[in-house]
């Protein structure tokens, strides 16, 4: 049980466009989602906390306009970059909280590598 | 400022080797802390959390408020813990469960 997913896997794209990652739980409602990003060798930064029915919450330093979130049931959240540019480039995991497996945690999607062009 | 170390970016041993993965947190209220990991090409994973008190894997790690500590521990290391650690963080007065990230340290062991 508690299993995340990630869709798409990986994605290449031109600067300029837009792209959109979902994220799903698939076996338990998720009230709150969390988008990460992670550079190349680094930990994990936290991007928002997402919350079903209601805005995401930001982290410090992140372009609310750029990286727009929507979580629109208790096992979607999607994450969409506006106007992508090379420096976006990077590796996006989504994270899914439950509060019904061994006590509160967090489980993990797989990850969306993303390519700006 | 809440903030997780994880001073060692790699982390080499030997098979049978004991292994000790550094962890140490800054905040001013009561954590809760965890160890995830993650396997060459999975997922991030939960590996334990202090408050389970549990070995998971024959891992064990101790929450030391005193040296503001979170040590991973195995006595004898496996190849197959060849793996990213990440050392992470939560606020237990928080309901939000946000987790603050350690920079990780990789664990290789060599046959």
């Known amino acids: 049980g508690a299993v995340v997913s990630q869709h798409p896997s990986w994605v290449i794209c031109k600067s300029g466009t837009s792209v959109k990652i979902e994220c799903r739980s698939l076996?338990?409602?998720?009230?709150?989602m969390f988008w990460y990003r992670q550079f190349p060798k680094q930990s994990l930064m936290l991007m928002a906390t997402?919350?079903?029915?209601?805005?995401?919450?930001?982290e410090q330093g992140v372009e609310k306009d750029k990286f727009l979130i929507n979580h629109a049931s208790l096992t979607l959240s999607t994450l969409t970059v506006t106007s992508a540019h090379p420096e976006d480039s990077s590796f996006y995991i989504c994270?899914?909280?439950?509060?019904?497996?061994?006590?509160?945690?967090?489980?993990f999607g797989p990850g969306t590598r993303l390519l700006v062009l | 400022a809440q903030r997780v170390t994880q001073p060692e970016k790699l982390l080499s041993v030997f098979k049978g080797a004991p292994v000790e993965l550094k962890c140490n947190y800054s905040?001013?209220?009561?954590?809760?802390l965890f160890w995830y990991v993650q396997y060459s090409r999975q997922r991030l994973q939960l590996l334990l959390r202090?408050?389970s008190r549990e070995s998971i894997k024959g891992f064990t790690a101790d929450l030391n408020k005193g040296e503001t500590s979170f040590h991973l521990k195995k006595p004898f290391a496996q190849e197959e813990d060849s793996a990213m650690y990440y050392c992470?963080?939560?606020?237990?007065?928080?309901?939000?469960?946000?987790?603050?990230f350690g920079q990780g340290t990789t664990l290789q062991v060599k046959p």
């Open positions: 994270s899914a909280r439950s509060l019904a497996y061994r006590g509160e945690t967090q489980y």
């Open positions: 076996d338990f409602q998720a009230t709150t």
């Open positions: 997402s919350n079903e029915g209601s805005k995401a919450t930001y």
């Open positions: 905040y001013s209220g009561s954590p809760e």
């Open positions: 202090h408050i």
């Open positions: 992470a963080l939560s606020r237990l007065s928080s309901n939000t469960g946000k987790l603050i």
